[in-house]
Nanobody, 129 residues
Framework: QVQLVESGGDSVQAEGSLRLSCTAS????????MAWFRQASGKEREGIAA???????????EYADFVKGRFTISRDNDKKMIFLQMSNLKPEDAGMYFC???????????????????WGQGTQVTVSS
């Protein structure tokens, strides 16, 4: 069984920065990828960024267009962690941010919540203008 725990959410001013962390516990298959999603109040959960985390693959990443150039996803396989460095935050970036993990799956469906097998509880990000 895999468990995911997010941290790092906070309240910041617009144009500020935050770094979110997600720690995984349990057995991680080599074909796994992980991702960050967010969900604003009254909206559907949307994919932010994904990263391949198998030891035999490159640090392949993918980003939603609306965060490209502002957010960076990274990983630390030894610590079973992924990170989301967020900069130039905008009020519309506010929401609950979730870490997710999937086993296998098609890479081009990285932003589909239904693709993921495990989810964290989320960490709240608030951005004030």
């Amino acid at each position: 069984q895999v468990q995911l725990v997010e941290s790092g959410g906070d309240s910041v001013q617009a144009e500020g920065s935050l770094r979110l962390s997600c720690t995984a516990s349990g057995y991680i298959y080599s074909s796994t990828s992980m991702a960050w999603f967010r969900q604003a109040s009254g909206k559907e959960r949307e994919g932010i960024a994904a990263i391949a985390i198998g030891e035999l693959v490159d640090h392949t990443t993918e980003y939603a267009d609306f965060v490209k150039g502002r957010f960076t996803i990274s990983r630390d396989n030894d610590k079973k962690m992924i990170f989301l460095q967020m900069s130039n935050l905008k009020p519309e970036d506010a929401g609950m941010y979730f870490c997710a993990l999937r086993i296998g799956g098609m890479w081009d469906r990285w932003d589909q919540p239904s693709e993921y097998n495990y989810w964290g509880q989320g960490t709240q990000v608030t951005v004030s203008s």
